[in-house]
């Protein structure tokens, strides 16, 4: 064997499990030698020496295979080896190094899009994952992987595209009923590859959340409840019922619940996911009016104009000043603290009903 550029040899144990399974596929590239040609005397008997495949080579001596396929190759000779010996030693290795060079710079891998490909050809001929991985001699986990992706042609085609790797491909394929996440992930892939888990985690979190979410609102219809879907155009003038009063005339923070609300034309509702350390995330109910200025309603409580100020006794004293201060700041204080919090819910009219505190629409 010539001495080779590759000074490390790497014979991992798929690829000498693959030679001694199937033989060396691809024929070792040798010539043929005198015995003398070395030292300058010998019995005239040629040796082969091998010039291309060390791995090959040595993976077969390690597989114990007695024979293998070889080219051989007329001996590498140049004109001035008998007068110029040294100069003709010099132009053989520099010969051998650019072959050896050439034979392994320009080889491209194949692919994992192609990798893909050719699995998903072979499940077709009716292998099962199990047989490619030990037939190929490919790690069965990747196999797994190659085989999931290969479910999917929008997957193979968007790796293929853009030759995505396995990884992303796995990703893609995941989603691959969803235009919208399979762009984002595509564009993620490409310009933030180290984001990619990230994203594809609150796709996870968003598809499991509209999951709960579909379940309540299911029930709710089959109750003959009108539910407001994420898309639903009404959410633009929608209010929830704790941010309302029945009416203008009902005083300020008067409280309008669902039953008194349910014979109301805008009567719906909405579903919203919250979390909790305890349940984790649940689907909630949230009751609103669909158009509360049509049927009637007023918000909760009465604003007072910024612009006005509360008068002030005439003749006030300092001290009286200050004790009337004291007791508006108690007052404040005294405020119940639940409508307080309910002031907190929803939004305006004209804006999607916000969600209670904590609560994520999906």
Avoid at 150 to 177: C, N, P, W
Avoid at 280 to 308: F, I, M, N
Avoid at 338 to 350: F, I, P, S
């Amino acid at each position: 064997m010539e001495v080779n550029t590759r000074t490390e040899v790497q014979l991992d144990p798929h690829f000498c499990a693959s030679v001694r399974d199937r033989g060396v596929r691809e024929p070792i590239s040798v010539y043929r030698r005198k015995d003398g040609d070395r030292d300058g005397a010998g019995d005239g008997v040629g040796v082969l020496v091998v010039r291309k495949g060390q791995r090959r080579t040595l993976a077969a001596l390690k597989a114990g295979l007695a024979r293998v396929r070889v080219l051989i190759e007329p001996q590498p000779t140049t004109a001035d080896i008998d007068t110029e010996p040294e100069r003709a030693r010099r132009t053989h290795d520099a010969e051998r190094i650019i072959d050896q060079l050439t034979e392994n710079q320009h080889r491209a891998d194949i692919s994992d899009a192609e990798q893909v490909t050719a699995h998903q050809q072979l499940l077709g001929l009716g292998m099962s994952a199990a047989q490619i991985a030990r037939t190929t001699r490919t790690p069965a986990k990747r196999v797994r992987q190659t085989t999931a992706v290969a479910g999917s042609a929008r997957a193979i085609e968007v790796g293929a595209r853009y030759d995505l790797d396995l990884v992303q491909m796995s990703v893609i394929a995941e989603f691959s009923d969803d235009d919208d996440a399979v762009a984002r992930l595509t564009e993620t892939a490409l310009q933030r590859p180290h984001q990619l888990a990230h994203a594809a985690q609150r796709l996870r979190d968003t598809r499991a959340e509209r999951a709960l979410c579909a379940e309540l609102e299911d029930q709710l219809r089959q109750d003959g409840v009108t539910v407001l879907g994420r898309d639903d155009a009404r959410h633009d003038t929608a209010m929830t019922l704790a941010r309302l009063r029945p009416s203008l005339d009902d005083p300020s923070g008067t409280e309008l619940t669902e039953d008194a609300h349910r014979d109301c034309p805008g009567h719906a509702a909405t579903v919203t996911v919250r979390f909790d350390f305890d349940q984790g995330k649940t689907a909630h109910t949230l009751w609103v009016c669909t158009d509360p200025a049509t049927h009637g309603h007023a918000e909760r409580y009465d604003r007072p104009s910024s612009s006005q100020k509360p008068a002030v006794p005439v003749g006030e004293t300092d001290e009286q000043r200050q004790a009337r201060e004291d007791r508006e700041r108690e007052a404040a204080r005294g405020a119940p603290h639940g409508d307080r919090e309910q002031q907190g819910v929803g939004v305006r009219a004209g804006r999607a009903p916000r969600l209670a505190a904590r609560a994520v629409r999906p």
